[in-house]
């Protein structure tokens, strides 16, 4: 099967060339990167594992990038969907797989469960690109994830952990008991070579995670497997609504660098608040479950995840972000 990845070099893309590669489907992988890009150490990696990196302009739907595409099987976007190049990439992407006859196209969705619209800035744009997707009747699967492992533990007051945690979580949500499914982030490729090989996913929306955790249960955790009492500082959804309101009202007066605001409170609203993020509201709106689909898949427990983080075996997220 002959699969294209566009955005290899990213922490999701990373996990799901990785994941193709080490699963037992025998995948024929190719890396899609801009000219600029090309001799990052990220492709030259890809190559030293057997990936093809082609340089390709993905600003147009050119007779190259048809070519390029052309005889895919799957091509999967791994470009992050809350930049503003990236999301009119993707539609050029999708254009240009459908005048190559893709046999599937996977768009970067690849987070938390949410509905469609009015919640949040990046499910709305990742929903218009799923409109486009539908409006040239181009075949494709969505996958969303769930929150990552890496963006879920609370710093330690020991600051044994400062080095390890790019964001690390500084408030608890609510009352921090509600439910929210969690992944670990280089297991995302595993997950994803199970599905785009199932005729049951296409043209269908799939979640996949690995575990159910609240945020009280993850700080309790961390204190049992750290040995360290962690503050735990509460934000209500009165103070989280005020906090997206303020950024919604900066961002379309024009100020850019308020989205990132926007995008992590929107984020704490709806994993910590509005529980939007678990298997029953994937079902709800549609979506195949990935513990349905596969039962033998185990991904990483966040046990097992925190311990190797306390033992300093895990890679700082972005740590290799240029």
């Given amino acids: 099967m002959k699969v294209i990845v566009v955005g290899a070099s990213g922490e999701t893309g990373t996990s799901v060339v990785h994941g193709l590669i080490k699963s037992p489907e025998n995948f024929e992988v190719t890396a899609l990167a801009r000219k600029s890009s090309v001799d990052k150490p990220e492709y030259l990696a890809l190559k030293d594992l057997g990936v093809t990196v082609s340089t390709v302009d993905l600003g147009t739907v050119s007779d190259e990038l048809v070519a390029l595409l052309t005889g895919a099987d799957v ?22 797989c459908k005048k190559a006859s893709v046999g599937r196209f996977v768009p970067s969705f690849f987070g938390p469960i949410c509905p469609p619209r009015g919640i949040m800035l990046l499910r709305n744009l990742k929903e218009d690109l799923l409109d486009h997707i539908k409006s040239i009747y181009l075949p494709y699967t969505v996958i969303d ?8 533990l609370p710093p330690l007051p020991s600051g044994k952990l400062a080095n390890a945690l790019t964001m690390p979580v500084q408030t608890i949500s609510g009352n921090g008991n509600t439910e929210t499914a969690l992944i670990d982030k280089r297991d995302i490729g595993k997950y994803v070579a199970r599905v785009i090989v199932d005729p049951r996913t296409l043209n269908k929306s799939v979640f996949v995670y690995n575990e159910i955790w609240t945020q009280n249960r993850i700080f309790d955790l961390m204190e049992k497997l750290s040995s360290e009492e962690i503050p735990r500082n509460h934000v209500n959804e009165q103070v989280l609504q005020s906090k997206i309101k303020t950024a919604n009202e900066a961002v379309a007066a024009g100020d850019n660098t308020q989205i ?32 349905d689909l596969y039962p033998d898949l185990q991904g990483e427990s966040l046990e097992q995840f925190i311990n190797d983080t306390l033992a300093g075996k895990i890679e700082r997220l972005y740590a290799r972000r240029r």
Avoid: F
């Fill in 260 to 291: 990132r605001n926007l995008v992590m409170s929107q984020y704490e609203l709806v994993l910590g608040i509005r529980g939007d993020n678990s298997p029953e509201c994937a079902k709800y709106l549609g979506y195949l479950i990935g513990k």
């Fill in 75 to 96: 091509v999967i976007s791994c470009l992050t969907s809350g930049h503003a190049e990236h999301v009119k990439t993707q539609n050029i992407l999708a254009s240009a």
């Fill in 145 to 152: 994830v769930g929150w990552w492992y890496q963006l879920s």
